[in-house]
């Protein structure tokens, strides 16, 4: 069975085809069989995966039949799925009961923890959740660890009980990549070896 990850916040603008592409980058670059799947309306990531060059790691969008449901290709071994924005109610219970881990990225400004408060508040109750079956982790967007902004946010989420797994910087190579189809993991190692390490803390997670 395949290892799923849910990236998922109600308010736009967040991060969450950032995030989702630059995870299924990072796995394609490890040889992994990933599928990224786009559940959001919008379909920007799957619209990104379209102009991603062939010569790249590759990473597989949904496997779509006429009549039937959209399912990962044979063989995927780790699934990330980027969500829409505003995402509550029957479709968040059944996403989050699918996935084994829900990654929710988030800015740090008092508007974004404000919108966010409710959206954890239910994540945190779903069965799948309290049960430990899936596990429920932040990533703080455009910010970095150092500033105040960042303790003010890990300060808002440790009276959720929700862990901080990393923090990404706010960076143009996030922007260039994406424009060319690519992840902070096509780019040169050299180039990109700073937001690289700022990943590590995600990874760890994940594997652990």
């Known amino acids: 069975m395949a290892y799923s990850i849910l990236v998922a916040n109600p308010k736009g603008g967040s991060g969450k085809s950032t995030l989702s592409t630059n995870l299924a980058g990072f796995y394609a670059a490890q040889g992994t069989h990933i599928m990224l799947g786009d559940v959001d309306r919008q379909q920007s990531s799957l619209a990104w995966l379209a102009c991603r060059d062939k010569a790249l790691p590759p990473i597989d969008g949904w496997k779509v039949t006429a009549g039937e449901p959209a399912r990962p290709p044979k063989g995927t071994q780790v699934i990330v799925l980027d969500s829409p924005a505003g995402l509550h109610g029957k479709k968040l219970a059944a996403l989050v009961a699918k996935v084994d881990r829900v990654i ?3 800015q740090p400004s008092p508007f974004d923890m404000w919108a966010s408060r409710d959206f954890f508040e239910v994540l945190l109750q779903e069965k799948a959740v309290r049960k430990q079956k899936a596990f429920v982790g932040v990533v703080g967007m455009r910010i970095d660890s150092r500033t105040k902004s960042a303790r003010d ?7 959720l009980g929700v862990p901080v797994i990393g923090y990404l910087r706010n960076t143009q190579l996030y922007v260039q990549a994406v424009a060319m189809g690519q992840t902070l993991f096509d ?5 990109a070896s700073k937001e690289r390490e700022a990943w590590q803390s995600i990874i760890d997670w994940l594997d652990n």
Do not use: C, E, M, N
């Not at 946010?153 to 009276?159: E, I, K, V, Y």
């Not at 780019?187 to 180039?191: E, F, H, I, M, T």
């Open 104 to 106: 929710v990225p988030i």
């Open 187 to 191: 780019l040169p190692p050299a180039r």
């Open 153 to 159: 946010l890990q300060q808002f989420l440790d009276g």
